[in-house]
């Protein structure tokens, strides 16, 4: 049952216009994948973030902007905030990156309330800041980013 859910969820992904206005994507993909979500159980929840933590660029960018957007409350073992970083730290794509970590540190400081011993890939994310600081322009975004970066180090 899981796979199918997550072709569907693919398939979907799949036929949004990444450069199409992000109404789009609020009104028509964050309902989408809420309605999915909601009807999981917290194992399947679980079972759907492991998945999601296998894909590729384009699907850890959505599910990442997706909990960011709209603040789902996963059941299970994975918190939201955990998978939003864990997404993170995973993609190579400097686009989504500069999408994501304006939010970024907002979802990083729940870690000190995560449970069930959730521990990120800090290297991973560390590396992806710095991806971004090499493709950045603006003074203000790089300080911001290297402030992550020194607090991720304490």
């Known amino acids: ?37 909601t009807s999981f159980t917290a194992k399947q929840q679980d079972d759907f973030v492991r998945e999601v933590f296998k894909c590729e660029d384009p699907y850890l960018y959505f599910i990442a902007r997706f909990l960011d957007f709209t603040d789902f409350d996963l059941k299970g073992k994975y918190e939201s905030s955990y998978v939003f970083c864990v997404c993170f730290s995973k993609i190579d794509n400097v686009e989504y990156l500069e999408c994501l970590y304006l939010n970024f540190e907002l979802h990083l400081m729940q870690r000190k309330f995560f449970k069930n011993d959730l521990i990120l890939p800090l290297d991973d994310i560390i590396n992806n800041l710095y991806l ?9 975004s790089i300080d911001h980013c290297l402030k992550i970066i020194e607090n991720l180090n304490h």
């Open 1 to 37: 049952m899981m796979k199918d859910e997550l072709l569907q969820i693919k398939n979907y992904i799949d036929e949004i216009d990444v450069h199409g206005t992000s109404e789009n994507f609020e009104y028509d993909f964050c309902p989408f994948l809420q309605n999915i979500l």
């Open 132 to 140: 971004l600081i090499n493709h950045l322009e603006d003074k203000n």
